[in-house]
């Protein structure tokens, strides 16, 4: 059996009928089956993925009744095989065909020939088959073309208008760019990018209007870059230049005292750092105490002495930490909608409520967060949403009730396909002095 169709496989089945994160649940597979081809099997699970609403709608066409009653193993396998024949060039489709029928003599055997016949059916009918720009509905229509679940269409239609919706659906259908920051404490950005040009990546400037040059953010094309001498030796670490302009915006200083409510993977708080020059203090928190080795190990791997990781729950009271922080970093759970391309597993994930009840959740906290804030200190709280719900209207309701202590100074929603990023809100907040 092919070992990268299987870690494919076993990724997807995971993931469909576990609700397995793609990201964590590739790595994993891959090393378990031992893929000699770890590039196309990420590939495979991530254009799946991409496209499963889309694959869905064609291959609702070939089956006579019963579609939506499929065991999630014959699903995975008519999914796989019908990304493969309908968009990977390098893939001949014979080559589809019988990978995916070789799974089904191993997971579905009674299914083998049924899924057989399907994806041939697929070969010979695909130039045919209905496209949803047929659909009268718009919202059905875009659904299935952009493989995005109703409700996240209608919320952006009804958000930013039908023409913006379609803008975003498109955007979100690129293969989102690996960004790195620079640690300035220990490379600047034209020797980390000649570094890695002669390592055959390819590296251009990721450009962002309010991206501070204190945290020059690199687009980087290759494969190894983990590997690479410059990754171990910390000059850089891996984050969207989003979530670097947020933490410019916050703008934090040598000396301060800076809290981060929600800091894993720590992203945010390394960045902080980094313009600090490593002086003064980082407290990094996280609800979950599993994730603090990996805020440890990077800060350590950065060389940053000034970031301290422990455990403790955003909604706490503040008690000894009552009015400390210059700054705090608030970087709340939300519904992920800017992340679509890098996390295609939220595109279907049903949400009944818009996401309202999180809502409560994340004003919560940036309450609970504001009581941290020193009189003239600031907060920065962030979402990687498009959603004015999780956004704007979280802001609205917290200076409705702390308008008299707060003032807004900052506020953006960066776009991707029109701002080279992630979809990604940021807003900083002053704590007044009187």
Request: charged share 25%; with cysteine; aromatic share 6%.
């Amino acid at each position: 059996m092919d070992r990268n169709r299987k870690a494919a496989y076993q990724t997807l089945i995971r993931v469909i009928r576990d609700h397995a994160y793609v990201n964590i649940e590739a790595g994993r597979q891959i090393d378990r089956c031992k893929a000699d081809s770890p590039a196309f099997t990420r590939e495979l699970v991530y254009g799946t993925m991409q496209h499963w609403l889309y694959l869905d709608y064609l291959l609702e066409q070939l089956v006579s009744r019963g579609y939506r009653k499929l065991k999630p193993q014959v699903n995975v396998l008519l999914h796989m095989g019908a990304y493969q024949i309908l968009f990977m060039d390098s893939v001949p489709d014979y080559a589809a065909v019988n990978g995916c029928a070789e799974m089904a003599s191993a997971v579905c055997r009674p299914q083998k020939g049924f899924v057989n016949a399907v994806l041939r059916n697929l070969i010979r009918k695909k130039d045919t088959l209905k496209q949803p720009e047929s659909e009268k509905d718009t919202v059905r229509a875009l659904s299935a073309r952009y493989s995005a679940d109703p409700w996240i269409v209608r919320l952006w239609i009804r958000q930013r208008g039908e023409e913006e919706a379609k803008a975003l659906l498109r955007a979100q259908e690129d293969a989102p760019p690996l960004c790195i920051t620079v640690n300035t404490r220990k490379a600047d950005a034209e020797t980390l990018k000649n570094a890695l040009e002669r390592k055959n990546f390819t590296i251009q400037s990721a450009e962002v209007r309010g991206l501070s040059d204190a945290l020059p953010v690199l687009a980087v094309k290759g494969s190894g870059l983990m590997d690479a001498d410059e990754f171990c030796d910390g000059l850089f670490y891996v984050q969207d230049p989003a979530s670097a302009a947020a933490v410019s915006a916050l703008a934090p200083q040598p000396g301060n005292m800076v809290i981060d409510v929600c800091g894993a993977p720590g992203g945010k708080s390394m960045a902080a750092a980094i313009m600090m020059n490593d002086q003064g203090k980082i407290l990094t928190f996280d609800y979950y105490s599993q994730k603090l080795s990996l805020i440890r190990s990077q800060a350590k791997r950065l060389g940053l002495s000034c970031i301290e990781a422990a455990q403790r729950d955003a909604l706490s009271e503040p008690g000894s930490l009552k009015e400390q922080a210059d700054a705090v970093i608030c970087d709340v759970p939300c519904t992920g909608l800017g992340v679509l391309r890098r996390k295609p597993e939220i595109r279907f994930r049903k949400l009944e409520d818009d996401g309202k009840e999180l809502a409560k959740k994340q004003i919560a906290i940036l309450n609970a967060s504001s009581e941290l804030v020193k009189p003239g200190g600031r907060i920065m709280y962030s979402t990687c949403t498009i959603n004015r719900i999780e956004n704007e209207e979280v802001i609205e309701a917290f200076l409705r009730q702390k308008g008299s202590r707060f003032q807004k100074e900052t506020e953006r929603q960066l776009l991707p396909g029109l701002d080279g990023t992630d979809g990604f809100y940021f807003c900083v907040m002053r704590r007044k002095t009187v």
